[in-house]
Structure formats: structure tokens, C-alpha cells
């Protein structure tokens, strides 16, 4: 009877065990496996996506090939603008052709463009990709994917062109390009996921440049070399919450200790590489998070620059299609259409890929403000520029009157008083106390500031920054590039191209062409006019200044700047030279103005007292 009961037992316990087991596997252990697989899944998905958004990708190096070879080793679309002609490439839907045709080389060649983007496999490739960051996905696009062409003929104003790509594997890429009349393309991307399983990637884009430019480090004022505005705070950041970075080529492509920003946290803001004219660069959506990169490869010390973004991970479901929309900036850097750029598409602190200066934006942009309004008015860059020297010297006229004055004074003091100086040192002449408050007290009576020298110093100082922001201006102005003033000056922006080796083209022969010496004859030796004209003005300025209390060796140094500052200008460009000579002439008839006033001799007055045979009378 017990052995019965304790079977029938154990079997009613097998039975509610079994049934047991089965509902936690079909209720709950099953449905917790399913949730567990799915989790492994977008982790795996997640991991690989963050694996690769890290940073940029860094193609394999491509061997050096001419600029027609380049070009014929893909299909390409034509782009044909009012301000660009080129061409992309199918093979990795690169832009990598692009000529700005507003803008010639020299001012000699016309129709002979200024070429902006060069083919991939050049010697001195300069172009811009995006794609995605993929992790062991088989056929995923890079640059050398062959995109197919679905859509438009040619890019161009209001017609686009449509690109895509299929993977073979249940993957759709799809790129629309749009472009403007002046400088920004978009570029709507669109990946399609037909596959049974979540992928997930991350978008990318960047400027990338090979080689050393020619032009990189001869401009001391002015930035060229990677740029990169970015959000100082990563939640809803506000205009002013964005900064602007820069990298100089030299600083980035050093073998050592080489100056990069790596994986950098951001939302939105622009990534590129600028020259003093020119700038490439991918703008991301401005609500998207992203990390930037600005940094460059070494490869054979031969540096390959790179400057872009990475998106924050996208993991694409099965049968979804994931959308978005970016932009690339490739042209010249004018001011007005910048400024449009950073209104329409709220792009932050776009204007500010010309560089205003860090410190002394505050002037510069007002002074170059105040001169395109002065070129608009003259139509002359050239009259303009001494139209704005004008304005400056007239906005500081009072605090440098009172500095010469104050100087001219002190000399003319100095010197009227010389007898009287000489009687106090003969009548303390081991006192420097007795001295010292002798000469004060001499100083008082005749009712000028002992520290005159000082007080005509500081008012010079200034001035300064805004000389030298006037300076920088004139450097960065494009308006400058290849505009004519008068004569032979054909270029502005250029250094003068008469020389005195060839009586300023007299003799029917260039430096360059000397044997042996050509090089130095058309280099250290090449003094043109303009530079002349400009160490005449500044020794004559120097002989207007009065050196009170400066020690004699230290004046026949000083007498020497004139000479060495004009070699040195002689390589500076014209219009600048102009602003130099300029300024010193109107410090020169103001400095006269005070001297002959106040009759203090001055080499003015003496080549007008020798012409005429009469010697101007000495205070």
C-alpha cells in the first residue's frame, strides 16, 4: 500500500515538474533568450559601429600618377557652375576635380584657372570623400567603389545628379548632389537595408591633401593648414557656444611632436583645410553628433593631411532606409558669401574661415569692412587702400600731434637750452643728485615734460594694433589678388616685378635669366621701384623724428633700417608697400607741419633753404 502511494506520488511529481519546466521555458526562459539574442545582436552591432566611428579611415597609398592619368582611371560626372568646372569621380564618388574659374593663376594667363581640388594618385591630391565606417561587412563602399550614375547628366545650378551603389548583399547606397552658383554642394545620402539583420556604420567625410603646399609658412599673418569649428558643449549648444581651431601644415606634418586633434567630441560646426584664398570643407548636419579629426600621416616624410568628421553610430534595422543630408564647401573665401552661408544654413562661425586673428579680430574685421565699403565707393583697390590710410591717420591725428609735438619740443628745448644744461654738469660735477633735480627744476621753468621722449612713444604704441590690423587685412583681402593700381602695377597682391639689375627694364634682358647668378640677381638683389620709393620715405621719416637722449651708436644702427627694410620689402606685395609709403608720407608732412611751426631745423626745410640759397634759422 505505501510502496503504491509513494509511486503515485513520485509520479504526480514528475508530472507537475515537467509541466513546470515547460511554462518557464515557453513563458519565460524562451521569450528572456529571444531578448538576449537581440541585446547580443546590437551590442555586436553597437560595438562595431563604435569600433569604426573612432575615426577617420586612412586609405591605402596610391602610386603617383599624372593628373590625365588620374583623371582617366574612373568614369566621372562633369560639374559645371558659374564658379566651378570639374568633375567627380564614380570610382569612390570622390570630388576631385575642381577649377575655380572666377579666379586665373597669374595675371599674365587668362582662361588658365585656379585649380582648387586634384585627383586622388597625384603627387599633390587635395580632395574630399565620404562614405561609411563598416565592420566585416562584405562589399561595403570605399574609394575604390565604383558608383553607378541613375540620375541627372552633369551637376550643375538646379540640376543634380544621383549616385548609387549596391553591395550585392541586400545593401543600397544612394547619393543626390546639389550645388549653388558660388561654392556649396550637398550631398543627400540614403542607405537602404534589405538584409535579414541589423547592420550598423557611421558616416564620414573629409578633406584630404597630399604633400607640402608650395605657398605653406610665406604667409606669417595669415592661416593656412587645417581649420575645424566645433561645439564646446555637446547638449543644445547655442552660436555662442562654438569655437574655431587652427593647425598649421608645418606644426601638423612635424616628424615629432607633431600638433593634431584626434576624436574630438562635437555637434556639428565644419571641418577643412584652408589656404590664405581658398578652402575645402565637409559641414555635417548641424543637430548631429560627431567626432573630428584634423591631423596628418606620414608616409616617406612626405605628410597627407586629413580633416573631417565621423557621425555618432547608426544601426539600420531590416526593411528600414536610414536618411541624411551634409554639405561640402570647396571655393573662395569672400567674405559676404561666408557670412550668407552662416545665416541660410546655420553653419556656425563660418565667416571665420578668414582668419580676422585671435586676439585682434575686433580691429581687423571693422578695418576690412570699412575698406570694401571704400571699394565699393572708388572701384580702385589700390586708391581705396590709401583712401582707408587716410581715414586712420585722421582718427589718430590728435594723439600723434601731441606725441611729435611733444618730441619736437623736447629737441627744440634740448637744444636751447644746451649751454644752460652744460653749466649745471660744470657746476655738479660729482653730484648726480644736485644735477638731476638742477636740470628737473630747468625743465619746470621752461613748462615741457621731462619725459617727452616716453610721452611721444606711448601714443605711437597705440597705434600699433591697428596698423598692424590694417597690415593683416590687406594680406588676407582676396579683393587684393590680381588687382590692378597704376602703371606697370598690374597685381597688388604681388611683389613689384621691376628691378633695379635691369634699370627697371631699360635693358632688354630679366635677372633670372644671368648665368651662375641668376638666382640671386632675381632674389635677394631684386629691388623694384616700389620698395625704393619706400626706404626714401621711411629715411626721410626717420630724419623727421627727433632721437632726443638716444645714445649715438644706437642712432647709426637705426640709420641703417631704412636699407635693410628695404630689401625686405622689395619680396612683399605692392599693395602693401603702397599702405607702408603712404602712411609714411602723411607721418611726414604732419611731423613738417610741427617742426617748421614751431622752427626747428628739419631736412625739409633745409633742401628748400639750400635751393634757395638760404639757410633756415635755427631756433
Not at 638731476?436 to 627744476?441: D, I
Request: aromatic share 10%; net charge positive; hydrophobic share 45%.
Amino acid at each position: 500500500m505505501n510502496n503504491n502511494t509513494d509511486n503515485r506520488n513520485m509520479i504526480y511529481f514528475l508530472v507537475i515538474s515537467m509541466a513546470v519546466l515547460a511554462f518557464y521555458q515557453f513563458f519565460v526562459f524562451g521569450p528572456q533568450q529571444k531578448e538576449r539574442a537581440k541585446a547580443q545582436a546590437a551590442a555586436a552591432a553597437s560595438s562595431s559601429s563604435a569600433a569604426v566611428a573612432a575615426g577617420l579611415p586612412l586609405g591605402a597609398a596610391a602610386p603617383v600618377v599624372t593628373r590625365p592619368q588620374a583623371l582617366a582611371q574612373s568614369p566621372r560626372v562633369a560639374i559645371d557652375t558659374p564658379s566651378l568646372k570639374g568633375s567627380i569621380a564614380l570610382k569612390g564618388a570622390l570630388i576631385d576635380d575642381l577649377y575655380l574659374i572666377k579666379y586665373n593663376k597669374t595675371v599674365d594667363k587668362k582662361n588658365d584657372p585656379v585649380e582648387l581640388l586634384t585627383p586622388k594618385g597625384v603627387a599633390t591630391a587635395y580632395y574630399v570623400t565620404s562614405g561609411y565606417n563598416f565592420q566585416n561587412i562584405p562589399g561595403a563602399p570605399t574609394d575604390d567603389t565604383v558608383w553607378t550614375q541613375t540620375g541627372g547628366t552633369s551637376l550643375s545650378v538646379g540640376k543634380p545628379v544621383v549616385l548609387s551603389y549596391n553591395n550585392g548583399a541586400g545593401l543600397t547606397f544612394t547619393r543626390t548632389l546639389s550645388i549653388d552658383e558660388n561654392y556649396m554642394i550637398t550631398e543627400d545620402d540614403a542607405v537602404s537595408n534589405a538584409t535579414p539583420q541589423a547592420v550598423a556604420f557611421a558616416p564620414y567625410a573629409m578633406v584630404v591633401r597630399t604633400g607640402m603646399p608650395e605657398h605653406a609658412g610665406k604667409e606669417a599673418v595669415v592661416h593656412e593648414g587645417a581649420i575645424a569649428t566645433y561645439s564646446s558643449v555637446l547638449t543644445a549648444p547655442k552660436p555662442g557656444d562654438y569655437r574655431t581651431r587652427s593647425l598649421k601644415y608645418k606644426d601638423m606634418a612635424k616628424p615629432k611632436d607633431a600638433k593634431a586633434i584626434e576624436k574630438q567630441s562635437s555637434v556639428g560646426g565644419w571641418y577643412g583645410i584652408t589656404d590664405k584664398y581658398w578652402m575645402a570643407a565637409v559641414i555635417p548636419n548641424q543637430a548631429q553628433s560627431v567626432t573630428f579629426t584634423a591631423k596628418a600621416d606620414l608616409n616617406n616624410n612626405i605628410p597627407t593631411f586629413r580633416t573631417g568628421y565621423v557621425d555618432s553610430a547608426v544601426t539600420l534595422a531590416p526593411g528600414q532606409t536610414w536618411k541624411s543630408q551634409s554639405h561640402v564647401f570647396a571655393g573662395a573665401k569672400l567674405k559676404p558669401q561666408l557670412q550668407a552661408y552662416e545665416k541660410d544654413m546655420k553653419i556656425p562661425r563660418f565667416g571665420y574661415a578668414i582668419d580676422w586673428g585671435a586676439m585682434m579680430g575686433f580691429i581687423t574685421y571693422p578695418m576690412y569692412w570699412l575698406l570694401d565699403k571704400l571699394y565699393g565707393l572708388i572701384g580702385n583697390f589700390g586708391l581705396s587702400i590709401l583712401a582707408l590710410t587716410v581715414l586712420v591717420k585722421l582718427v589718430f591725428y590728435p594723439l600723434a600731434h601731441r606725441s611729435y609735438e611733444s618730441m619736437t619740443k623736447m629737441k627744440q628745448v634740448q637744444e636751447r637750452l644746451k649751454p644752460k644744461l652744460d653749466a649745471i654738469k660744470k657746476r655738479f660735477p660729482d653730484d648726480a643728485q644736485k644735477q638731476q633735480e638742477a636740470t628737473m627744476a630747468l625743465y619746470q621753468e621752461e613748462k615741457v615734460n621731462p619725459m617727452a621722449g616716453l610721452g611721444g612713444c606711448l601714443p605711437m604704441l597705440l597705434q600699433i594694433p591697428v596698423f598692424w590690423a590694417l597690415y593683416k587685412v590687406l594680406t588676407l583681402a582676396i579683393e587684393m589678388r590680381h588687382a590692378p593700381f597704376v602703371g606697370w602695377i598690374k597685381d597688388l597682391s604681388a611683389p613689384d616685378t621691376t628691378t633695379i639689375v635691369n634699370l627697371f627694364g631699360l635693358l632688354p634682358f630679366h635677372p633670372a635669366d644671368v648665368p651662375m647668378i641668376g638666382g640671386i640677381l632675381d632674389g635677394p638683389l631684386h629691388i623694384g621701384v616700389i620698395a625704393i620709393l619706400y626706404g626714401c620715405s621711411m629715411w626721410l621719416s626717420q630724419q623727421m623724428t627727433p632721437m632726443t637722449g638716444v645714445d649715438p651708436m644706437q642712432k647709426k644702427m637705426m640709420s641703417f633700417m631704412p636699407v635693410m627694410l628695404t630689401f625686405f620689402m622689395a619680396h612683399v606685395a605692392v599693395g602693401l608697400i603702397i599702405y607702408w609709403i603712404w602712411s609714411n608720407i602723411l607721418t611726414i608732412l604732419q611731423q613738417y607741419s610741427i617742426m617748421h611751426r614751431l622752427k626747428v631745423e628739419n631736412p625739409i626745410d633745409t633742401f628748400i633753404g639750400k635751393i634757395s640759397k638760404k639757410e633756415p634759422k635755427k631756433a
